[in-house]
């Protein structure tokens, strides 16, 4: 079992940063991929970004390429979301995601969640 924990989410105005911070426990030996994710009310949670918990390797959604950047620290077993530049639209629910197997955009490969951090982003 792998425990998940995010922090760092937060009101801010349009143009503003955030990082997030997602703290890993347990079986984290067993970790594969990482991934952010995010769920607007009424829609849909969506994919935001991922790496390779090993290699570094990321992606991200075209709708925040260039402003987001995620990474990692192995030693500290936490995940990051630095978040640039941010718009109203960015506004969500942020989740972090482990997978002991993918590195994927998909939600159904990561076996793993932690309980989200608000984001609000206002004009």
């Known amino acids: 079992q792998v425990q998940l924990v995010e922090t760092g989410g937060g009101l801010v105005q349009a143009g503003d940063s955030l990082r997030l911070s997602c703290a890993a426990s347990g079986r984290t030996s067993s970790m594969y991929g990482m991934g952010w994710f995010r769920q607007a009310p009424g829609k849909e949670r969506e994919f935001v970004a991922n790496i390779k918990w090993t290699g570094g390797r990321t992606y991200y959604a075209d709708s925040v390429k260039g402003r987001f950047t995620i990474s990692r620290d192995v030693a500290l077993r936490t995940l990051f979301l630095q978040m640039n530049s941010l718009k109203p639209e960015d506004t969500a629910v942020y989740y972090c995601?482990?997978?002991?197997?993918?590195?994927?955009?998909?939600?159904?490969?990561?076996?793993?969640w932690g309980q989200g951090t608000q984001v609000t982003v206002s004009s």
């Open positions: 995601a482990a997978s002991t197997r993918y590195v994927t955009v998909a939600r159904n490969d990561y076996a793993y």
